[in-house]
């Protein structure tokens, strides 16, 4: 788990959220109130979306905020939920990411990443505990 990812809030301008996203090599970012409570995800795809979108429509794609192009359903975890459960449901819902949250607030984030390195030692731990 990554403590303190991240975020971004609903009302910024999506091309901060692009440039962060780039910036720190990121597959997408949190989108948190200013209490710190988690009110969306935006991803590249999101984030691609968006411009398409504005350039389709002759917009301008500084003129767009992150709330206009994040996913407001956001599945979220808990720092005790099973790193299992947590692999199950990222691919059930092909998401690379999950926020943690306790008492409402997010306090970290679970990557696809984490959680092929935690399945792998997990794999690894009990092949070399048969040997």
């Known amino acids: 788990m990554h403590r303190n990812p991240l975020t971004i809030h609903p009302e910024e301008n999506l ?26 995800i935006l991803s590249e795809l999101d984030c691609i979306q968006a411009v398409l979108a504005a350039i389709y429509n002759e917009g301008d794609p500084e003129h767009v905020l992150v709330e ?12 005790t939920d099973s790193i299992v459960e ?9 998401q690379r990411r999950r926020p943690v949250v306790e008492n409402g607030r997010l306090v970290g984030q679970v990557s696809s990443n ?7 030692e997990h794999s ?7 040997s």
């Open 86 to 94: 947590i692999a199950q449901d990222l691919v059930k819902t092909k």
């Open 124 to 130: 690894r731990r009990k092949y070399l505990g048969r």
């Open 68 to 79: 206009d192009a994040m996913k407001s359903d956001v599945n979220t975890c808990v720092s």
């Open 15 to 40: 091309v901060q959220a692009i440039s962060m996203i780039v910036e720190y090599k990121l597959t997408g970012i949190t989108v948190t109130d200013h209490d710190g409570a988690v009110v969306g």
């Open 114 to 120: 984490n959680v092929l390195w935690a399945l792998m």
